[in-house]
């Protein structure tokens, strides 16, 4: 069974920058598509980066385009997120997900989730 774990989340002023990591288990992740999602109090969950199986092909929100980048280390089973120039509106749980098929910003795409990790942006 495959397992999710986020981590790097934290507080940052803004214009900062925070790393977030999505560590799996259980499985090999080298056959998933993996997404980074956020979800602040009140708002739905939302689509932020996804990256194919082979990492070959990236797709971001658009807010986030240019700020973010994702990748992925398959021998270390893990995908990062690096967030730059981060804003106050970036403040939300952001999540990692998995799907056996292909990367998506669609929340309904994927099968397997972390829990979470909080990144909180303010001065």
């Known amino acids: 069974q495959l397992q999710l774990v986020e981590s790097g989340g934290g507080l940052v002023q803004p214009g900062g920058s925070l790393r977030l990591s999505c560590a799996a288990s259980?499985?090999?992740?080298?056959?998933?598509?993996i997404g980074w999602f956020r979800q602040a109090p009140g708002n739905r969950r939302e689509g932020v980066a996804c990256?194919?199986?082979?990492?070959?092909?990236?797709d971001y929100a658009d807010d986030v385009k240019g700020r973010f980048t994702i990748s992925r280390d398959n021998a270390k089973n893990t995908v990062y997120l690096q967030m730059n120039d981060l804003k106050p509106e970036d403040t939300s749980i952001y999540y990692c997900?998995?799907?056996?098929?292909?990367?998506?910003?669609?929340?309904?795409?994927?099968?397997?989730w972390g829990q979470g990790t909080q990144v909180t942006v303010s001065s």
């Open positions: 997900a998995a799907n056996e098929f292909m990367e998506s910003l669609n929340i309904f795409q994927y099968d397997y």
């Open positions: 259980g499985v090999s992740l080298d056959y998933y598509a």
């Open positions: 990256i194919s199986s082979n990492g070959g092909s990236t």
